[in-house]
């Protein structure tokens, strides 16, 4: 069973920092491309990050770009992105996803797993 656990999120400052880490399991691991995408109040689901199977490659959406680091840790199964420099803008619920190629990154649709989404919250 296919499982992907966000954890990290919460209520902080605008300028602050948080790390979401992001626990796989049920798949191998280092087959996947992994992301993560955020959806604010009354908005779509919108592409943050992502990184390929061994880390090498990481891609960014210009909103974050610059403010946040992704990365991954083959052996324990896991991904991560800092985000620095919070704004209220960033304010939604963030969500990693898994997928196989390395392409259409931010189509949402191409993405085989999902987890279940952590708060993050900036306040200003």
């Known amino acids: 069973q296919v499982q992907l656990v966000e954890s990290g999120g919460g209520l902080v400052q605008a300028g602050g920092s948080l790390r979401l880490s992001c626990a796989a399991s049920?798949?191998?691991?280092?087959?996947?491309?992994m992301a993560w995408f955020r959806r604010a109040p009354g908005k779509d689901r919108e592409f943050v990050t992502a990184v390929s199977w061994n880390g090498a490659m990481k891609y960014y959406a210009d909103s974050v770009k610059g403010r946040s680091t992704i990365s991954r840790d083959n052996a324990q199964n896991t991904v991560y992105v800092q985000m620095n420099s919070l704004k209220p803008e960033d304010t939604a619920v963030y969500y990693c996803a898994a997928r196989r190629l390395w392409n259409n990154l931010g189509r949402a649709i191409e993405y085989d797993y999902w987890g279940q989404g952590t708060q993050v919250t900036v306040s200003s």
């Open positions: 049920g798949y191998t691991f280092s087959d996947y491309v």
